[in-house]
């Protein structure tokens, strides 16, 4: 049996921010296929896959667009995607900023492990993300 995660739903205050934000990232980082529910009078949500899961982005219920994300609330802390190399979070960390997102922590090894080496940073709302490698 496979153990793992299918897919994890994110809420959003700005969707066209998000959107635009993950539509880069995901790619990226082994999700290259999207597939977006933008239809009037239904859940625009918009999911990002790859071969082990996906990823989607939904607008928050306008009675939650105030709220800010925080990491140590009840709930989500952050997600952490593997890296494929060092190189990659190297190279993904350099455009983070550009594409909308913020480094919060930049790429280099840390010390949770032996051979850990992540980049952390954040989505339009605020959203902890990493990427990280973990050398065997």
Known sequence: MRA??????VNVNDYAAAKKFYAWLMPQIGYPKAMSYDQPQTDVTTGYFGDHGSLWIRPADPEFRADKFHRHRVGLCEV???????KQIDDLA??????GGKVTDPPKEY????????VF????????LELVHVAR
């Open 4 to 9: 793992g995660i299918d897919h994890i739903i």
């Open 80 to 86: 952490a995607f593997a890296a494929e190399s060092r």
């Open 94 to 99: 350099e455009k983070i900023a550009a594409n």
């Open 111 to 118: 010390d949770y492990l032996p051979g850990y080496y992540a």
């Open 121 to 128: 940073f954040t989505d339009p709302d605020g959203l902890k």
